[in-house]
C-alpha cells in the first residue's frame, strides 16, 4: 500500500449548510475510484483479528461503506432504515438528534443471538445514529464488536458520550465540529 493519506481525498466545504459551518464532505472519498479503495483498505485493516458475522450500516453514504465492506468480508449486510422503508416486520429506535428527534427500524430477523456485528457510518458528529444502531442490534442479541466511521468530528466527544463502552474507529478525525 502508498503513502497516501484519506485525508486528501475529504473535501472541506465553507459556510455549508450555514455560514460559519467548515462541512467535511465523506463524498469527497467517492470522486476516486483510488480514495475509495484506500477507505476500504482502512476499513478492512481495522477489522484483522475481528470475529465478524454482519456488517450494519444506516442510510443512506453508510450502506455505501458497510455493503462494500460486507463484501470484502464476505458477511452478511444489515440495512437501518427510515421508518416505512423496510417490508418486513421490524423493530424501531428513536434517538436525539441536534434539533429534535429520529427513528431508525430494522428487520426483526436480521440479526441473531450471539451474532458479532460491525457497524458502519460515513460520519460520526454525535452518536446518535450508531447508538441507536447498537441498540437494534443489541435488542436482537448481536454483539457490536466495532464501529467504524471514515470521518469523525472530535468535537461532539460521541466517543467519550454516548459511545462510551464500545470500540470504535475513525480513519480520518478532525478537531471541532
Do not use: N, W
Not at 475529504?10 to 484506500?38: A, H, N, Y
Not at 454525535?126 to 442490534?137: K, Q, S, V
Amino acid at each position: 500500500m502508498s503513502d497516501e493519506k484519506l485525508e486528501k481525498y475529504v473535501k472541506s466545504i465553507q459556510d455549508f449548510p450555514v455560514k460559519g459551518v467548515l462541512f467535511r464532505d465523506v463524498t469527497g472519498i467517492l470522486d476516486s475510484g483510488e480514495g475509495f479503495r484506500l477507505a476500504m483498505i482502512e476499513m478492512e485493516m481495522a477489522l484483522s483479528g475481528v470475529p465478524v458475522d454482519k456488517i450494519a450500516a444506516p442510510e443512506s453514504r453508510g450502506f455505501i461503506f458497510g455493503a462494500a465492506l460486507a463484501d470484502r468480508l464476505r458477511c452478511a449486510f444489515v440495512p437501518i432504515r427510515k421508518p416505512g422503508k423496510l417490508p418486513r416486520e421490524t423493530i424501531s429506535e428513536e434517538y436525539e438528534l441536534e434539533y429534535g428527534r429520529a427513528t431508525v427500524h430494522m428487520h426483526k430477523d436480521a440479526v441473531s443471538e450471539g451474532d458479532r456485528v460491525v457497524l458502519v457510518d460515513d460520519l460520526l458528529a454525535t452518536g446518535g445514529t450508531a447508538l441507536a444502531g447498537a441498540r437494534l442490534i443489541e435488542r436482537l442479541g448481536g454483539k457490536v464488536v466495532k464501529m467504524i466511521f471514515p470521518i469523525e468530528l472530535e468535537g461532539f466527544a460521541a466517543r467519550e458520550g454516548k459511545l462510551k463502552g464500545y470500540d470504535v474507529v475513525s480513519l480520518v478525525r478532525y478537531p471541532g465540529k
